[in-house]
């Protein structure tokens, strides 16, 4: 999940801090007019928006999220870059699971076809796995 930011009503944006695996989250309001009317009053500037900070727990688990919808799999790479584990040491016994159950692809830490089907129920184990175990508490809390 790499940093991108949105333009316009409705818009949203994400901009991560790899160091800190932190993030903040904008999202402008879905006012289509008021934006409008916002630029023609000030000629520019930022439009209104939320601003959400994102914790390490968060983006974890966005980062999971986002990743396992792509035919690749999350970014390994960038994954134990920002967060200092690979996703194996967050989530083993689930991929373990899903992996012996003939649902991730072979050699990688990627769905298959036929678990790209079953995603919300992976994600269900990623999320409770991460919550339940020692480990993964203990990796959300590193810095």
Not at 104 to 130: I, P, Q
Request: net charge neutral; charged share 30%.
């Amino acid at each position: 999940m790499e940093n991108w930011l949105g333009a316009g009503p409705s818009a949203s944006g994400t901009l991560i801090c790899d160091k800190t695996g932190t993030g903040t989250r904008v999202t402008y309001h879905a006012d289509v007019e008021g934006y409008i009317r916002f630029y023609e009053t000030t000629g520019g500037g930022e439009a209104p928006c939320i601003r959400e900070e994102l914790d390490r727990r968060t983006l974890i688990k966005e980062h999971l999220l986002m990743g396992f919808r792509y035919i690749e799999g999350p970014d390994e790479k960038l994954f134990k870059k920002r967060f200092g584990y690979g996703i194996d040491g967050f989530i083993p016994q689930t991929l373990g699971k899903w992996r012996s159950k003939g649902l991730l692809e072979n050699k990688k830490t990627a769905l298959n076809r036929e678990g790209r089907m079953l995603l919300n129920s992976f994600l269900v184990d990623c999320f409770r796995e991460l919550e339940e175990s020692r480990e993964g508490l203990a990796l959300y809390s590193l810095t």
